[in-house]
């Protein structure tokens, strides 16, 4: 079974400050990718960032970086220097090995504080 | 590009009631995928389609049609709907192939069903 845990249900940063948000994934494929969303209170899905399996760098894309350990199953986005705009829940979601099926997270709310 | 659309924005149904929920691309994307996101649940995969006719279900397909007769268009049809399939519905589409499978996900559908 696939399975995504996110387990800070609502974070808060101060603006400028660069802030963690944690992602656990559970499967038994060797070949998977990750990836992290922004939903803004607007309702739509904005992707972020992607690691594959075999990446052996961590992905990053601007502020955001994606800090991938393997051997924990784990796949944290950082974003660094917070700003008002990045108020928004974030989710955290896998596909597994065929590249069809995909597995979300319960999300993060994150709130920037000015 | 007008990217992923759907329709409607907004439904209200009665119990036992059907509709169809429209997606749409214009990217020429060969994977096409439904979700419903439900409060403290993330997105959960309902149907998704690697070409045009081929579909398969993902994790919470019960009560869900769907078909994919050309690549631009992946409706969503709910036969006779019940109260547990209030939800936001998302449409999104990505290359079945590549470095990331990323998702281009539509607005969404809200849908009640009283």
């Known amino acids: 079974a696939q399975k995504i845990t996110q387990t800070q249900p609502g974070m808060f940063v101060q603006e400028k400050e660069a802030v963690t948000l944690d992602c656990t994934y559970d499967?038994?494929?060797?070949?998977?990718?990750l990836f992290w969303y922004k939903q803004p209170s607007s309702g739509e899905m904005i992707f972020l960032i992607y690691?594959?399996?075999?990446?052996?760098q961590n992905a990053t894309e601007g502020r955001y970086s994606l800090n991938f350990q393997k051997a924990r199953k784990s796949a944290n986005l950082v974003i660094s220097a917070s700003q008002l705009g990045d108020s928004a829940m974030y989710f955290c979601?896998?596909?597994?090995?065929?590249?069809?099926?995909?597995?979300f997270g319960t999300g993060t709310s994150l709130t920037v504080i000015p | 590009n007008a990217g992923v659309t759907q329709t409607p924005k907004f439904q209200v149904l009665k119990t036992g009631q059907s509709m169809t929920l429209q997606c749409a691309q214009d990217?020429?994307?060969?994977?096409m995928s439904w979700y419903r996101q439900d409060p403290g649940m993330g997105l959960r995969l309902i149907h998704y389609?690697?070409?045009?006719?081929?579909?398969d279900q993902g994790e919470v397909p019960n009560g869900y049609n769907v078909s994919r007769s050309t690549t631009e268009d992946f409706p969503l049809r709910l036969l006779s709907a019940a109260p547990s399939q209030t939800s936001v519905y998302f449409c999104?589409?990505?290359?079945?192939?590549?470095?990331?499978?990323?998702?281009?996900f539509g607005p969404g559908t809200r849908l009640t069903v009283t």
């Open positions: 499967t038994s494929d060797q070949s998977y990718g």
């Open positions: 999104a589409s990505s290359y079945s192939s590549g470095r990331s499978y990323e998702q281009y």
């Open positions: 990217m020429n994307h060969e994977y």
């Open positions: 690691q594959g399996s075999y990446d052996e």
């Open positions: 979601a896998m596909r597994d090995y065929t590249g069809n099926q995909f597995y």
């Open positions: 389609s690697v070409g045009a006719g081929i579909t």
